[in-house]
């Protein structure tokens, strides 16, 4: 039986799409084996949203040829569409595979040990089709993430994945519907609909929209909760917000992208919204769901943010207080209108931005758990784990608080009610059972 090693760099759909590949790769006959132990054939399925995690996807690709110099080393995705001829030069790769030709990996592989090499890298900015590479069955019996949208029309200016992945395409809703159903079958309780850019999904598709979608999941027997990847902040309306409302399943946690609190640097950006759209988005939200989960990403020290600007940033999130803020610093990443921006941020600068940002993240996360205690929640039970001696077990809320009790029972994959009693020092909230 041939061996077969998989590797994945990047975003939750890059997760998705190698857990997909890798039960493509079972189904043919393939042994699925652990990266280091040694395999015939490496598929590494790399990312490209900076010159990072270019080197990063790069290493791998050199570390899987050290580890087996006779084996087959396939570069996977989205760095494979940026670099071009690049990938080709360090000699570490032997086939190379864009988006939207993942689902033909196993015909790949076979051509390529046949001794020809089928067509797998397509310009991905002038196709129009969803790629049809789905999950069968999920290693997280309890929780589900579900692609149903590839593709960016954004163009922000710091960013290249509408040129690694294309254009907005979305998946058909029947096709969702059929994925779920397996999971629910499965036993998955949770699924987080997830994409490049979920709140563009059915722009390209007739009478299809977010909220349809939503609405759909809503009907499959089995599912409880269903979660949303990041939304832009103008998605939510009131109509939006107070359709949502009506949905018992649907989880009161909104990630809504953000990336900088100051007008002037999401106009460098290229983000189309401004700071009052996206507080007026939080306040629908938190005058619709009891407090809900507002969690966001912002990014410290693009290029020519002042100490001015990054006071606006800092103001704003205070003003705002997230259960969670992502903090990531500024990347320059070749072929982005950002890289060759004026005023790039030295590394000193946006490392001291960061931990400000870090900083204020920690106070506002304790701030929303603390107000969990003294109230009711249902937490979906995930697995054990031992803290200081004891064993607990461990799941998440609604609003996707980690949560920790303790119980004698075998609870993994259920939904249990529990009332808050103190927040741990690692950020746990310690409940008890009902």
């Not at 080709?88 to 020809?116: P, T």
């Not at 009790?405 to 409940?431: P, T, Y």
């Amino acid at each position: 039986m041939k061996r077969v090693a998989l590797h994945n760099l990047g975003c939750k759909v890059n997760a998705y799409e190698t857990e997909a590949m890798g039960q493509l790769l079972k189904d043919a006959g393939y042994e699925i084996v652990p990266f280091d132990e040694g395999a015939d054939f490496y598929i590494i399925n790399t990312c490209t949203v900076t010159n990072i995690a270019d080197r990063k996807s790069r290493q791998m690709l050199h570390r899987a040829r050290k580890l087996n110099p006779d084996a087959v080393v396939a570069a996977v995705g989205c760095y494979v569409q940026t670099a071009g001829e690049n990938i080709w030069e360090d000699g570490s790769v032997d086939l190379v595979i864009g988006n939207n030709k993942k689902k033909d990996l196993v015909s790949i592989l076979e051509a390529y040990e046949r001794g020809s090499k089928a067509e797998a890298l397509i310009d991905i900015n002038h196709t129009k089709e969803y790629e049809g590479l789905f999950v069968t069955e999920q290693a997280d019996h309890t929780r589900a993430y579900v692609k149903v949208q590839d593709g960016c029309n954004q163009f922000c200016s710091y960013c290249i994945i509408p040129f690694a992945r294309g254009r907005v395409r979305s998946r058909a809703p029947e096709e969702i519907r059929k994925e779920i159903e397996r999971l629910s079958e499965g036993g998955c309780r949770e699924v987080v609909l997830t994409g490049i850019h979920l709140s563009s999904y059915g722009v390209d598709l007739e009478g299809v929209k977010l909220l349809s979608l939503i609405e759909m999941v809503q009907e499959i027997p089995g599912i409880r909760r269903i979660r949303l990847g990041s939304l832009e902040p103008r998605i939510i309306t009131e109509e939006f917000a107070g359709a949502l409302r009506k949905m018992d399943k649907l989880c009161p946690h909104f990630h809504l992208s953000l990336q900088s609190g100051c007008d002037a640097v999401l106009m460098r950006m290229n983000r189309r919204y401004t700071t009052a759209e996206y507080e007026k988005a939080c306040g629908i939200l938190r005058g619709i769901f009891e407090d809900p989960a507002l969690t966001t990403d912002v990014i410290a020290g693009f290029p020519g943010e002042t100490e001015e600007e990054f006071s606006e940033t800092e103001d704003f999130l205070k003003r705002i207080a997230f259960f969670q803020t992502h903090i990531f610093k500024y990347s320059k990443r070749k072929g982005t209108k950002a890289a060759s921006m004026a005023g790039q941020i030295t590394e000193a600068v946006k490392g001291e931005r960061s931990r400000r940002l870090l900083a204020l993240n920690e106070i506002h996360e304790r701030q929303y758990l603390e107000r969990r205690i003294g109230r009711q929640s249902e937490i979906l039970v995930e697995e054990a784990m031992e803290i200081s001696g004891v064993s607990y077990q461990t799941g998440h809320t609604r609003e996707y608080c980690r949560a920790v009790f303790v119980s004698d029972k075998e609870l993994s994959g259920q939904i249990v009610r529990a009332f808050g009693e103190k927040v741990l020092e690692n950020g746990l909230l310690l409940c008890k059972l009902l």
